[in-house]
């Protein structure tokens, strides 16, 4: 049997990235929609051959409950959204996906958590480059020290945002602006390629050029972190230019991903040449490697649950401290 999931927001990644994938994916399938939109859900019924007893809008959610064909809720709503709806997915007994970032404050976080944990059903984040063969080398070589300790990382992840009045542009919603958005990427990268859990962050706001388009969140921000083996990352996060890099120097040589964090296909190369990897569907890859282990009523690697989820969304809050203050933040 594949694992039913159901979709939460049919917006862009549901409908760009998630469905297509799950077309290609071996321990799971597209059984059901929710969706507070009813001409979507007679599209994508029709499109993707799903009965009208597995669509739901965002009132009538709670009777997933009493749905066996669906397992796993995946939730794919505006940031400050997945709280209300990872813990109604609990509550109806579904193990759920949350999309990054997890949720929009560290108590949200705790709360998804628990609710998961008091249903006992499991949590994952749609961290889905920890299945991507790039991504793992990269996270080897780092953790394994291949080319010596990793001293310095420049992680960066940044584009040009569209559209002024969607919701990754209110503070409300979103929970802040670029960093919110893609610059978890770049934490994540850093954290990922040294191992380790930074130990304190200093970060600046870059002046604003479109002050009128970002009167909400920041266009540009920088952060820094120290972690325990004395190594250091910069980065950067914007929505007013693109970067996606993460590059690692070690003692003995470097290496690097660029692009790093998009859909791919990802590049790397080392100091000592090409790193060659298959490409694969981050999304079918990502999904995939949790069902598994849902079908083997395994629990899920450590690296993509909420407790990572919400170790990441401290940081988040730490450097917009740190930006706010001009001070160092100091982290537990
Ligand atoms: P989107 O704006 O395209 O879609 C959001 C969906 O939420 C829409 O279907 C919209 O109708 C629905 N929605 C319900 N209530 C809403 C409300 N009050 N306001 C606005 N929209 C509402 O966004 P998206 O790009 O699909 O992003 C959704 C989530 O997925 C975000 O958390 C984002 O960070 C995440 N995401 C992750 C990746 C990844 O690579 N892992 C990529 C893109 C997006």
Same mark, same amino acid.
């Given at each position: 049997k594949k694992i039913g999931i159901a979709l939460v927001g049919l917006g862009s990644y549901s409908k760009n990235q998630l469905a297509p994938a799950l077309q290609q994916t071996q321990y799971c399938r597209l059984a059901g929609i929710v969706t507070g939109t009813s001409a979507k859900a007679s599209e994508w019924m029709q499109k993707y051959n799903i009965p009208q007893a597995n669509v739901y809008d965002y009132k009538t959610f709670d009777r997933i409950i009493d749905n066996p064909d669906i397992d796993v809720? $995946?939730?794919v709503l505006p940031n400050s959204m997945h709280a209300e709806y990872v813990i109604r997915a609990a509550q109806a007994g579904k193990h759920v996906i949350c999309e990054k970032p997890m949720a929009i404050t560290e108590k949200d976080c705790q709360a998804m958590i628990d609710a998961c944990k008091k249903a006992n059903k499991q949590l994952a984040v749609g961290y889905r480059l920890h299945y991507e063969p790039f991504t793992q080398e990269v996270m080897r070589l780092g953790q394994q020290k291949v080319f010596g300790p990793v001293k310095f990382v420049e992680a960066s992840d940044a584009f040009r945002i569209g559209d002024p009045t969607q919701w990754?542009?209110?503070?409300?919603?979103?929970?802040?602006?670029a960093l919110m958005d893609v610059g978890i990427y770049a934490?994540?990268?850093a954290r990922y390629v040294t191992g380790e859990e930074p130990v304190s962050v200093t970060a600046q706001f870059s002046p604003k050029t479109e002050p009128q388009k970002f009167k909400d969140v920041e266009e540009t921000i920088f952060w820094q972190f120290r972690f325990p083996s004395?190594?250091?990352s910069n980065s950067t996060s914007? $929505?007013?230019a693109g970067v996606e890099r993460l590059y690692a120097s070690?003692?003995?040589g470097w290496f690097e991903l660029s692009p790093a964090f998009g859909y791919g296909p990802l590049k790397g190369r080392t100091s000592k040449g090409p790193?060659?990897?298959?490409t694969v569907n981050h999304q079918a890859a990502h999904m995939d490697g949790v069902c598994k282990d849902l079908l083997a009523g395994k629990a899920l690697p450590n690296h993509i649950t909420g407790e990572e989820g919400k170790r990441d969304v401290r940081l988040l809050q730490a450097i917009y401290q740190a930006a706010e203050t001009g001070r160092s933040i100091k982290l537990a």
């Open positions: 809720v $995946y939730v990754r542009m209110k503070k409300s919603m979103a929970g802040g602006g934490i994540q990268g004395g190594a250091v914007s $929505y007013t070690c003692e003995k790193i060659e990897m298959p």
